[in-house]
């Protein structure tokens, strides 16, 4: 079945610590996006990438990095320079071929604690 | 930039009762509006959307307006059951194809 799949389920950070998340998609989508949920908040745009090697900055992208080397594949960094790292992390997914289906696909989700 | 703003913050309504969640956009160039079901510690998951060309699309038990003149757009569940208790997000997607969500909906459906 065709999908996205984000890993780990739940990752636990030491202060200092980088840490990186990873997002598979097989969907054969172009466009990748990473947000960030706060408990009881919506969902915040930190970095997103329309085709393979290129990516722009969300609202919130200080303290991460990704990179996109491969359609596949869009991982995320929260480095130690992101102060308050804890939170629900969500990849999504979006062709662009077919211009009639905007609807993005989202991962699982890892939730990321700092200790 | 685009704004989404969501109410009510919580719902709650008796099985079999109607649930209404209002969101509003600020970007008159926004034209795709999807909704969003979050159960707990799991990904959203797209249940409706519609298209700034149309006024009202239905889905069984769910349907959706859009009102372009004022802005806004709605989500109907008509005979609620308990299975749709979660969190629900609108969001609309702006000129770049990024969507931009609204804070939430926690809705509880009481049996």
């Known amino acids: 079945d065709g999908g996205i799949t984000q890993s780990p389920k739940y990752l636990f950070r030491k202060e200092g610590q980088n840490v990186t998340l990873s997002c598979e998609q097989n969907l054969n989508h172009d466009a990748m996006y990473w947000y960030r949920q706060d408990p009881g908040q919506g969902l915040r745009l930190i970095y997103y990438s329309q085709i393979v090697n290129d990516f722009q900055k969300g609202d919130i992208a200080e303290g991460y990095s990704v990179s996109r080397e491969k359609k596949e594949s869009f991982p995320l960094t929260v480095t130690s320079a992101q102060k308050n790292p804890t939170a629900f992390y969500l990849c999504?997914?979006?062709?662009?071929?077919?211009?009639?289906?905007?609807?993005?696909?989202f991962g699982s989700g890892t939730r990321l604690t700092v200790v | 930039g685009e704004n989404v703003e969501q109410h009510p913050s919580t719902l709650s309504v008796q099985e079999g009762d109607s649930a209404v969640i209002k969101c509003t956009y600020s970007?008159?160039?926004?034209?795709?509006f999807p909704w969003y079901k979050q159960e707990l510690g799991k990904g959203p998951q797209l249940i409706i959307d519609?298209?700034?060309?149309?006024g009202e699309k239905k889905d069984q038990r769910i349907a959706v307006t859009l009102n372009k003149t004022a802005k806004h757009f709605s989500l109907h569940i008509t005979e609620t059951q308990p299975e749709d208790s979660a969190v629900y997000f609108c969001a609309a997607m702006d000129s770049s194809y990024k969507l931009i969500f609204g804070s939430g909906t926690r809705l509880l459906v009481r049996p």
């Open positions: 519609i298209r700034s060309n149309v």
């Open positions: 999504a997914s979006r062709g662009t071929h077919n211009l009639a289906n905007y609807g993005y696909t």
């Open positions: 970007d008159s160039a926004s034209n795709y």
